[in-house]
């Protein structure tokens, strides 16, 4: 079974641009997870799709950030425009079972100068 | 608030001697935990989990962890260390609901060492 894919793996933009970031869940996983870890903090939650509607999106730091989930298959994450403070890595995961714990992906190393 | 805490940011341990890795939780009903590790240039990957039952969980690598509820504890156990088990560990507490898991909070990592 292939894993859950994060493209880019490293993005540096600079300030005020547009990065679009992509994550494939691993197929037939209905629950997707966006997360981000900014330089020497947690792992924060951003926001949970099931299928493609928006469960949780409350982690979401501002409306420069957008996800959207179409057909319930992958999933991109946009921030429009990057800010400094956008730097770190991002995660995606996704679940099948209730309980059965998320699959990570290697995440998307975002650099914004 | 829910919070987890991680209160080592980095050891460093010989390998073959005995691993604890610590994490204590603040969570206002019955939590589902986890032990995730990331080693460098990987994503993170589920070491074990603990939702119900027995207090001690085994999991992969042979790692184990046991759910105190008294402590507000769930410690990461390894009896001996390989240096292959260098990487960052994440504790995290999880929540269920609406038929579908929820989010995590994580600890802010343990970052391990290994010395020959």
């Known amino acids: 079974e292939a894993g859950v894919t994060q493209f880019p793996s490293h993005s540096v933009i600079e300030k005020g641009q547009t990065v679009t970031l992509r994550c494939d869940p691993i197929?037939?996983?209905?629950?997707l997870y966006w997360y981000r870890r900014v330089m020497g903090k947690e792992i924060k939650f951003l926001l949970h799709?099931?299928?493609?509607?928006?469960?949780?999106e409350s982690g979401m730091p501002n409306n420069r950030f957008l996800a959207e989930r179409t057909g319930g298959t992958y999933s991109t994450l946009k921030v429009q425009p990057a800010e400094l403070e956008d730097s770190g890595v991002y995660f995606c995961?996704?679940?099948?079972?209730?309980?059965?714990?998320?699959?990570f992906g290697s995440g998307t190393r975002l650099t914004v100068v | 608030a829910q919070s987890v805490t991680q209160p080592d940011i980095h050891i460093t341990v010989s390998e073959g001697a005995s691993l604890e890795l610590r994490c204590n939780y603040s969570?206002?009903?019955?939590?589902?935990l986890f032990w995730y590790v990331q080693s460098p240039g990987q994503g993170l990957q589920l070491l074990l989990k603990?939702?119900?039952?027995?207090?001690l969980v085994q999991g992969i690598k042979g790692f184990e962890a046991e759910f105190k509820r008294s402590q507000s504890s769930f410690n990461l156990r390894k009896p001996s260390v390989h240096w292959s088990d260098a990487a960052e560990y994440f504790c995290a507490v999880g929540f269920y609901y609406g038929g579908s898991q929820g989010n995590l909070i994580f600890g802010k990592g343990t970052k391990l060492s290994v010395k020959p």
């Open positions: 603990y939702f119900s039952g027995d207090t």
């Open positions: 799709f099931v299928k493609e509607s928006k469960q949780d």
């Open positions: 969570y206002g009903a019955t939590p589902y």
């Open positions: 995961a996704s679940s099948q079972e209730a309980l059965g714990g998320y699959t």
């Open positions: 197929s037939g996983h209905d629950n």
